[in-house]
Every structure is written in C-alpha cells, then in structure tokens.
C-alpha cells in the first residue's frame, strides 16, 4: 500500500485540483490534510468574514470528500511540523501540494523541502493557483513585466492549461486522527458578517449564474455598484473553491459560440482575471511590495498618521473612514458594504482606497490591513495591487496627479443613489442629486448624517504637493 499526503492551501476543491488528482491516481491511500494557521485575532490580516466562509468551505470539502471515500484530516500548527509529524504517524512517502506563489507560502515550502530530505520522501508541489505563473511571462529580455498592457497581451498569447475531471475516489487510512473542523473560536474571532455560501457547489452554481447573462453585459455594468453586474468569484478564486483553470475555459467555451458583441464582454471578463495573475507575479517576483512602496521614489511620501502596521487603532480621520462616517456618502456606503457582507464591489474599493490616501493622506497600509480583515475575498497579492494602484506607488499605478473626486465619482457610478441608499439608510430620503455634491457649507445632507469630514478641493492640492 502506498501512501501520500495531499496538503490543502488555497485549492479548497477535488475538481480540477492538480496536486489532489496527481496523488489520488498515483497512490493507493491519501491522507487529504488542512492546517488550521496559528493566527490569532491579533494578526492585522485576520478577521471574522473570511475565517467564516473558510469554515464553511472545509465544512464542505470534507463533505465532499467522503462522497468519494476520504475523510479531510484537520490539524492546527505551523504546516511544516505539522507536516513532519503526520509523514510519521502515515508512513506516508509523499506530499502532494499546490505551490503558493505569497512570501509566506514560499518560506513554509522552503523549510518543508528540507524536512522531506531529512525524511527521505519526495514532494510533489503543482501549478494550480493560476494559468500562467513564476517566469512564465516575460519581456523579450527576459525579466519580469512591471506594465499591465503589455504584461496581458503576452499572456493571451501563451496556451492555456485545460481544467480536468473530479476525483473519482478516493482511500484515506481509517487510523489517522483529526481535529474537530475550526470555527470562528478556533481563532477567537467573533463576526455576523452575511458573507456569500461557501462550498464548490455554491462557487460554481454562481459561475454558472454569470455565464447564463451577466457576463455578456459585462462592459457596461461592471462599474456600477447598484447592479450585479460581476461574477462575484473573488472569494472563489481566493480560496481555490473553482479553479482558474475551470473559469477561463467556461468562458473560452461561451466566447467561442457567442456574438461580436458577447466575445468583447467576455474579453473585458477575462482581462480582469488577467490583473489577478499579473498581481499574483508582482508579488512572486517583488515580495517586499509588501513592507514598502514598489516605486522607489515614493517611499519618503510624508503619508499623515504614519504608523507601524501591526498597531490597529490609527488615527481619528482613519478610524471614522472604516466606520463609514466620513460624510461622503459613496465612501461611507462602501465602508459600509464591507462591514456587512465582507465584500465591497470594485470600483467603490478604488474610490474609498483613493479617498483614504488622498483626500485623508493616510498611509494606504492601513487601508490594506483593513481590507484584509474585513474581505472575505482578501487576498495578499490583489490587495497590495489594487492599494499600491490607487495609492499611486505601485507597478502600473493611477498617476498620482488623477486623483478621484468622490462627488463626480457617485454621479458617474451611481447616478440615482440606489447604492449609496442601500448602505446608509440615512440618506434614504435625500434626492439623488444631491448626493453628487458636496453640501452647502455647514448644511448636512440629512439629520443624522455627518458633515464632510474634508474639503476635497483642498486635499487634493495637499495631496499633489506631497507628491510633488
Ligand atoms: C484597493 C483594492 C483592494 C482589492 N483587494 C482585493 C482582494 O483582496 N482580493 C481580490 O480578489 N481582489 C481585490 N481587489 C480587486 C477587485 O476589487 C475584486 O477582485 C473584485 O471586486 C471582486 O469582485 P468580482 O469577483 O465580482 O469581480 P469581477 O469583476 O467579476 O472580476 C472577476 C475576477 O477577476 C479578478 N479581478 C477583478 N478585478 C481585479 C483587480 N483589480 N485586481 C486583481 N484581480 C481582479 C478577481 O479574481 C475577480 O473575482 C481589490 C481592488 C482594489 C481597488
């Protein structure tokens, strides 16, 4: 009987699972595992909304494992001695994983190289997380590309891997001990955040909604905050519940038999799975984006409330924009959404990310953190993009003189205010003209309702001039 170990990270999943197919069909007995990290509720990444639908994911692996036959081995602890210990107890000659393309995930694989040597077993690690990774996309000179546009059109290039089948079976050894599967006290976390349903079942049904009509609107809605007009994959593809492989080519498939019309907005679909993987090698090629700005120059800004990260409670301006209390109702209505659900729709994540910079000067770490916890979709190397991208300091960033106005930005984006009414009740009554602009001076919108806590006009000058 031979046995391997098949290490779960973020492939949540047995469809299309490139580390979990290879052991299964090479090994008799497969001890599927999940490390439950030691991060407590003090991490500054950690919080309750993503915990909860992680939870819930391994709720349903599990589930869906024993339909095949195995049982999902929970244990807690850092993975490599945990690892060690369960290649002991197993006698198991192999691990199998999924690489993780983040510094953390990197080190841990590192370390877990060494153990397998000194174990004497071999290790298995895959490509799963994305369609192209590493090296695989390069300049004509070799090195790694710091610009999207060109970054995208050599990926679009390059073959696709195609998705393959579930595991038909699988024989885990009935002696192998687990933990109960963790929930929100594992981390002493509490949260009531009405997250999305967990689960590969929930995570394609959803793709298959989107593919049904959404997508084909894609151009056209994707910006608009009130409708749902996105996939609503991020914490999908976060947590390895659908493979990027399965994604992409349901939507190959749909171009393929689609309109003009329908192929552009599938396009535009895929070009946002593109900034994903191009996030993904930022991060794999330039791991320190994570302490400090990736453009050099910009790493001296005189950012306001400027503190080490791992202190949570910031400054007053900071801790009244993640309460969405800053008197602009598109930023409060986002802050607001992300409290609620863990999810906050793309394009309010730039506005309130721009707002947090530069109208209030804060140093968009903070801002990460915050994300961080309160995402369930909350992924390192996204995160760091999306706020180096609206902070104007990371690869490919907005030019640091196109700052957003929030005002224009809700007139544009949600002209009628059924967003911003939806996330601030106050505001129900207020015409929606007038929540484009700013207030009269000392004129609050409604009577619960603060004032503008700035003066755009005059942050966006402070703002040009730190960067200047
Ligand atoms: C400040 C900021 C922080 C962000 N933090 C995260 C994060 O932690 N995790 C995360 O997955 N996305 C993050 N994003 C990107 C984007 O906001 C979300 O991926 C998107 O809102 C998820 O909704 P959706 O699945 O309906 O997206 P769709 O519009 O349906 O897009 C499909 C998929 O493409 C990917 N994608 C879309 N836009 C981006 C983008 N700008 N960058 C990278 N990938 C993208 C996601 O995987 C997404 O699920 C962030 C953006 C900003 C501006």
């Not at 999943?13 to 990290?37: C, G």
């Not at 707002?355 to 995402?375: C, I, N, Y």
Request: include cysteine; charge should be positive.
């Amino acid at each position: 009987m031979s046995t391997a170990i098949h290490w779960f990270r973020r492939d949540l999943r047995i469809t299309d699972n490139t580390a979990l197919a290879a052991a299964a069909a090479a090994h008799d007995q497969v001890v599927p595992v999940y490390i439950v990290s030691e991060w407590k509720a003090e991490h500054r990444w950690c919080g309750a909304p993503r915990q909860a639908f992680l939870c819930g994911c391994l709720d349903s692996l599990a589930r869906n494992l024993e339909a095949k036959g195995g049982r999902l081995i929970i244990r807690q602890g850092r993975a490599d001695a945990v690892l060690k210990k369960l290649v002991q107890q197993t006698e198991a000659e192999a691990i199998y994983f999924n690489r993780d393309p983040d510094p953390f995930g990197r080190a841990m694989e590192e370390r877990l190289t060494k153990i397998a040597r000194d174990l004497g077993i071999r290790l298995h690690p895959y490509k799963d997380i994305a369609l192209h990774e590493r090296n695989e996309v390069l300049t004509g000179g070799g090195s790694p590309f710091k610009v999207f546009t060109p970054y995208a059109k050599a990926w679009l290039k390059l073959d696709k891997p195609e998705p393959t089948r579930a595991i038909s079976k699988l024989s885990t050894p009935p002696h192998i001990a687990s933990d109960p599967l963790p929930t929100l006290h594992t981390w002493k976390l509490v949260g009531e955040a009405a997250i999305l349903e967990p689960g590969e079942a929930a995570a394609r049904k959803r793709l298959g909604c989107f593919l049904d009509g959404p997508i084909f609107h894609y151009q056209t809605r994707r910006d608009l905050p009130a409708e749902e007009g996105t996939s609503r994959l991020s914490q999908d593809l976060r947590h390895g519940t659908l493979s990027i492989r399965e994604v992409y080519a349901k939507c190959a498939r749909a171009a393929e038999k689609a309109p003009a019309a329908h192929q552009r907005n599938i396009g535009i679909f895929i070009n946002e799975l593109i900034w994903r993987e191009f996030y993904l090698q930022v991060l794999w090629h330039w791991p320190q984006v994570l302490d400090h700005e990736f453009q050099e120059d910009c790493r001296r800004l005189k950012w306001r409330d400027y503190w080490r990260p791992e202190k949570k409670d910031g400054g007053q301006d900071y801790q009244r924009w993640c309460r969405g209390e800053t008197g602009f109702p598109i930023v409060d209505a986002g802050m607001r959404q992300l409290a609620a659900t863990g999810f906050m729709h793309n394009r309010v994540r730039m506005i309130v990310a721009m707002f947090l910079t530069k109208d209030l000067h804060v140093w968009w770490m903070h801002g990460e953190s915050w994300f961080m916890r309160h995402l369930v979709d909350g992924e390192i190397a996204s995160n760091n993009g999306g706020w180096q991208w609206s902070a104007s300091t990371g690869t490919d960033a907005a030019p640091y003189f196109r700052i957003q106005n929030p005002w224009s930005q809700s007139k544009r984006f949600d002209p009628e205010g059924a967003y911003i009414k939806r996330w601030v009740p106050e505001l129900r009554d207020v015409p929606a003209g007038q929540l484009c602009a700013p207030p009269k001076e000392g004129e609050a919108l409604a009577r619960d309702y603060p004032l503008p806590m700035v003066d755009h006009a005059r942050e966006r000058d402070v703002a040009l001039e730190m960067f200047r």
